[in-house]
């Protein structure tokens, strides 16, 4: 008496998937991402791959690091455009080291390589830009630090700073695709 081989019946989400695809896709993230952070010829699934999943982990899901493994095995990743799905398993080490990778790269050429292709993808108008930095004004009197650990010192606004002046003309003449980074 034979039986007949069983079958396990797996479900995959797909939900918005497809929709955060494309726009990965227009954004060129994948391009991007493996211009500026170098994988290993031993990897079977890129650095840049697994930087691509927790950036989609954080708009849909928000997980913590080690249960990431668990909701990338939940996902049908041919909705994100892969073929299928790596032999080795993901785990929170691997998205670690990758994320370590991210720190050691050169973000801010990737953050501007990144801005000008979503300025081209999604037809961004940029006659007018905002830099929207942070700078935090205190008055009243400063003994030395917060209860929080925030040490207030004396200086100049950024309003007011020499050596910021070629920022705001940057930002003037940024209609003409040019981007130029103020050191």
């Known amino acids: 008496m034979s039986t007949a081989p069983s079958r396990k019946l797996t479900r995959l989400q797909v939900g918005p998937l497809p929709l955060i695809g494309s726009i990965l ?3 060129r993230l994948r391009e991007i991402l493996l211009e500026h952070i170098p994988s290993s010829d031993r990897q079977a699934f890129p650095r840049a791959d697994l930087l691509i999943l927790l950036a989609v982990n954080l708009a849909l899901a928000k997980d913590p690091l080690y249960e990431l493994a668990e909701w990338v ?4 990743l041919r909705a994100l455009g892969y073929k299928s799905r790596p032999a080795e398993p993901f785990s929170d080490d691997r998205f670690a080291r990758a994320l370590d990778q991210l720190y050691q790269t050169d973000r801010t050429s990737l953050l501007t390589c990144l801005v000008v292709s ?28 917060t209860r929080t650990g925030l040490e207030l010192r004396r200086g100049y606004s950024k309003d007011h700073r020499p050596d910021l ?7 003037r ?3 003409t695709q040019e981007i130029c980074c103020a050191d």
């Open 173 to 175: 003449s940024y209609g």
């Open 118 to 145: 979503a300025i081209r993808a999604f037809d961004i108008r940029s006659e007018r830009i905002h830099n929207d930095s942070t700078s935090v004004k205190a008055c009243g009197r400063i003994p030395g630090c």
């Open 165 to 171: 002046l070629c920022c705001a003309q940057h930002r």
């Open 73 to 76: 095995d939940s996902l049908d």
């Open 25 to 27: 896709a227009r954004l």
